[in-house]
């Protein structure tokens, strides 16, 4: 129902109400203004209900379409290719570059980019925005493949490597967190198999959130989510780093 009808709606109640006060009489008044106030409340629920089911069909297409991609993912699992990855301890990039059209004229991004770093230790990227800072990030998680040069691992070219491996050795965190509606603990744990209540706990402790979560009066099972405000946003950032290191990752990236 529009906004338009619940306005008009609201005028008929009016309407229908001062017709029956004038014919029964005004001593009714008190008792028609009451159920006025009554009439007029519910068709505030009544709209924030109907603002609702709008939403959700709205959503249905996008549901639809999400339903979709995961019935074919499940109809075809990828097969795992390459050599298995139990453990990072070198990456290095190799004279990297990257070009989103590599057909000339190209569109470059990373030219030359060569460091190294090795376990234990940390490197900082910066650089203006547009740089390609997150072009990097993106070869970091092998979302995309350089178009020059190598990534290695362990002295080997990472592209040789499980990509579910390489997934679970590399953990990330990005700029925007996304929290979603559930426990502090279901969004540090984040749908991973196997993650008990002792690896969220230890994963919060590294990211120095341990101590405000148990101070709050719910603690771990504290409910947070896009429209709560129950975590700042240095919370937040820190829950996010929580959810990265639970995985205990060889390398972590920090966008």
Known sequence: MSPVLFRNAALALVIVA????HLTGWGNLAA???VVVILLRSLGYAGTIQRSLQEVHNSVPWLAQLWDRVEHFRANPV???GAPLDRIDSLRFRSVGFAYDPAPPRSVILHDIDFEVRRGESIGIVGPSGAGKSTLVKLLLRLHEPTEGRILVNGDPASGFDLADWYGRVGYVPQ???TFDGSIRDNIAFFRPGV???AVERAARRAHLHDEVVALPDGYD???GERTGRLSGGQRQR???ARA???DPDVLVLD
């Open 176 to 178: 925007d967190v996304v």
């Open 79 to 81: 097969e795992r290719t």
């Open 196 to 198: 008990d209540h002792a």
């Open 245 to 247: 290191l639970v995985a």
């Open 239 to 241: 829950l996010a780093l």
């Open 32 to 34: 028609m203004g009451a």
């Open 18 to 21: 001062v017709l029956v006060v």
């Open 222 to 224: 504290t409910l947070v």
